[in-house]
């Protein structure tokens, strides 16, 4: 394709760099409902009792938020409790489950006072997974709390939860339960994520998760340290929901929520879930670097955007695109 407009540019760049190959998500989508047939064989009287109708399809890749390239896939599993019963009142990234007494895994994976180890609960499922054929192999994830498979001729991977489903508790809410990395338990809810985020971008018109693909793709490339990722886009959708309205052209939404970003990184970022509260943890000197670089991008950004419809110089204005996002970035086709 000849390269002649910005919007041409931002076009190729969303389409060949940005969003995930539709043949890719595919692929990903039948891999993932292969992978979920296979966990559902493990459900018998040595393994735990699994409650199959809680899985949760998790994370950017279900939230459609992902930008090239697809690197893991989240998947949550749900484990029926079987009579084990935990604290409702304890701290939400502190929660002991008192094991079942019936189920022969959950005993298995108990600690001596009979509370159950969310890592052994992980490590169990890693075992069972390192028997599946198509599967190079399995190992603990990075942040203790789940197993992240690894497949053979895939690009992806796979990072599997294990979870438990609470009953309705004193403030009317019931909560998912999830290993915490240091052998507890920790109260989450990935399905308020994805409402709060499907319904600020059909109140946006559509334009919110574009914007976070782009966004995410430039927080990728640049060489300081990245913000992670579930902050990030809980930053982009904070931006979102502060407007009345976005612009239709996704790189003067980009050069808004630089301009959002700047300040915005110094500022508390409330958990849209109302479990964590500010998920905002980064060191002040990160913030520093991330408010800098965000700043740095603006000015050039608003440059470009001033080449573009100003100065009527759209080779210009490609050419500080191309400045931001890398050589990914479609050149201008004389």
Not at 213 to 227: Q, S
Request: net charge negative; charged share 30%; hydrophobic share 35%.
């Amino acid at each position: 394709m000849s390269i002649k407009t910005v919007n041409e540019a931002f076009d190729e760049f969303m389409y060949n760099s940005v969003d995930l190959d539709k043949d890719v998500v595919a692929q990903a989508r039948k891999s993932r409902d292969n992978l979920l047939e296979n966990i559902n064989e493990f459900d018998n009287d040595d393994f735990f009792h699994l409650w199959k109708e809680i899985n949760i399809q998790y994370g950017s890749f279900a939230r459609k938020t992902k930008c090239r390239k697809l690197d893991d896939i989240d998947l949550m599993i749900g484990i029926s409790a079987d009579g084990a019963t935990y604290d409702g009142s304890a701290t939400w990234n502190d929660v002991a489950i008192t094991a079942s007494t019936t189920n022969k895994k959950q005993i298995e994976c108990s600690n001596e006072d009979g509370t159950l180890n969310s890592t052994k609960v992980i490590n169990s499922f890693r075992n069972k997974l390192e028997k599946v054929r198509e599967y190079l192999n399995s190992d603990l994830h990075k942040n203790g709390q789940a197993v992240t498979l690894t497949l053979l001729s895939k690009e992806w991977n796979f990072d599997i939860v294990p979870c438990f489903h609470t009953v309705e508790e004193y403030d009317g809410r019931s909560y998912y339960l999830i290993p915490n990395g240091s052998g507890g338990w920790l109260k989450t809810d990935p399905n308020i994520d994805k409402k709060y985020l499907s319904d600020i971008n059909k109140s946006k018109d559509g334009k919110v998760l574009q914007l976070i693909r782009l966004c995410k793709k430039w927080n990728k490339i640049k060489h300081v340290k990245t913000i992670p990722s579930y902050l990030f886009e809980t930053l982009i959708v904070d931006y979102c929901s502060s407007v009345d309205k976005l612009n239709d052209y996704i790189e003067v939404r980009f050069i808004n929520f630089l301009d959002f970003l700047r300040t915005g990184i110094y500022n508390a970022v409330e958990d849209v879930k109302g479990i964590q509260g500010d998920i905002n943890t980064l060191d002040f000197s990160d913030k520093i670097n991330i408010a800098n670089r965000a700043s740095s991008d603006y000015e050039k950004a608003k440059e470009a955007n001033k080449a573009e419809t100003k100065e009527v110089n759209q080779q210009k204005a490609i050419n500080i695109w191309r400045d931001i996002f890398g050589d990914e970035f479609p050149e201008y086709d004389d």
